[in-house]
C-alpha cells in the first residue's frame, strides 16, 4: 500500500465464529477459476507470524492489530 498514490478502498468484516458456523470446507468454485485455501491462526500466531516477516501484508498487518487491540480492551474490561 501506498499512501497518497492509489484510490483503493477496503473494507474489513470481524465476527466470532465457531466450527459448528462453518458450512463447507472452503476452497472457491473450481469452474470460475477459484482457488482460495483457507488458513486459520490463532491470533497470537498470526501475530508471530507478523513479527517473523512471514505475514507482510499491510491490509493483513492491520487487521491483526486492530484484532490485538479488541482482544486487550476486552481483557481488560474483564478484570
Given at each position: 500500500m501506498s499512501p497518497g498514490s492509489v484510490t483503493e478502498r477496503v473494507a474489513?468484516?470481524?465476527?466470532?465464529y465457531t466450527p459448528h458456523?462453518?458450512?463447507s470446507p472452503g476452497g472457491?468454485?473450481?469452474h470460475e477459476g477459484e482457488?482460495?485455501?483457507v488458513l486459520e491462526l490463532d491470533l497470537d500466531a498470526a501475530?508471530?507470524?507478523v513479527e517473523a516477516g512471514e505475514i507482510n501484508d499491510g491490509k493483513?498487518?492491520?487487521l491483526l492489530q486492530w484484532a490485538q487491540r479488541r482482544r486487550?480492551?476486552?481483557r481488560a474490561n474483564w478484570r
Open positions: 474489513f468484516f470481524a465476527a466470532e458456523d462453518r458450512v472457491g468454485i473450481a482457488h482460495i485455501q501475530l508471530a507470524s493483513t498487518v492491520l486487550d480492551e476486552r
